[in-house]
T-cell receptor
């Protein structure tokens, strides 16, 4: 079965820390995505990547960066964590859009 | 531009009653449409998808959705609600070759 794995389910970080959220997929998919999910706002796209070393900004990229050095791994980086980045972060991947995305289980990040 | 609107952020039904979750879409191309379900503290799971084949689409857990082009709708239904159906449901539409746009979600509660 297709699998997207996010390295942490829960994280607590301090304001100003550099935070890495890791996502690994085992499906050889070209396309990978990072979303954040907040109550009442649904899913908002932060960054996505079409291929290794390629990245595109989504709707809310400010305060974030990404890294895709290998096809299976897509990392989200919070350069200097702030309390307004407390959220659920979801990683997803797909190879063919008609089949939708496969999501990871999410990382609930709290910045204190 | 493609978009989806989910009518009702919260729907409550009695166990055994009909579930109806509403979704309207906007798309300038023949749409791919999806319904996802999210259980508490988990990622999103694909319930069903419409990819221009049959207009009545059957998914997992007894859910189905009907694509109505004239109404630009893709409502999700289930004849008889179970307690285990309590979750958040997201309607989504493909916005480009590789991006999917999500609605803001509908939380479904089931009354005993």
């Amino acid at each position: 079965d297709v699998k997207v794995t996010q390295s942490s389910r829960y994280l607590v970080k301090r304001t100003g820390e550099k935070v890495f959220l890791e996502c690994v997929q085992d499906m050889d998919h070209e396309n990978m995505f990072w979303y954040r999910q907040d109550p009442g706002l649904g899913l908002r796209l932060i960054y996505f990547s079409y291929d290794v070393k390629m990245k595109e900004k989504g709707d809310i990229p400010e305060g974030y960066s990404v890294s895709r050095e290998k096809k299976e791994r897509f990392s989200l980086i919070l350069e200097s964590a702030s309390t307004n980045q407390t959220s659920m972060y979801l990683c997803a991947s797909f190879a063919e859009p008609s089949y939708g995305y496969t999501f990871g289980s999410g990382t609930r990040l709290t910045v204190v | 531009a493609q978009s989806v609107t989910q009518l009702g952020s919260h729907v409550s039904v009695s166990e055994g009653a009909l579930v109806l979750l509403r979704c309207n879409y906007s798309s300038s191309v023949p749409p791919y449409l999806f319904w996802y379900v999210q259980y508490p503290n988990q990622g999103l799971q694909l319930l069903l998808k419409y990819t221009s084949a049959a207009t009545l689409v059957k998914g997992i857990n007894g859910f189905e959705a009907e694509f109505k082009k004239s109404e630009t709708s893709f409502h999700l239904t289930k004849p008889s609600a179970h307690m285990s159906d309590a979750a958040e449901y997201f309607c989504a539409v493909r916005s480009s070759a590789s991006k999917i746009i999500f609605g803001s979600g509908t939380r479904l509660s089931i009354r005993p």
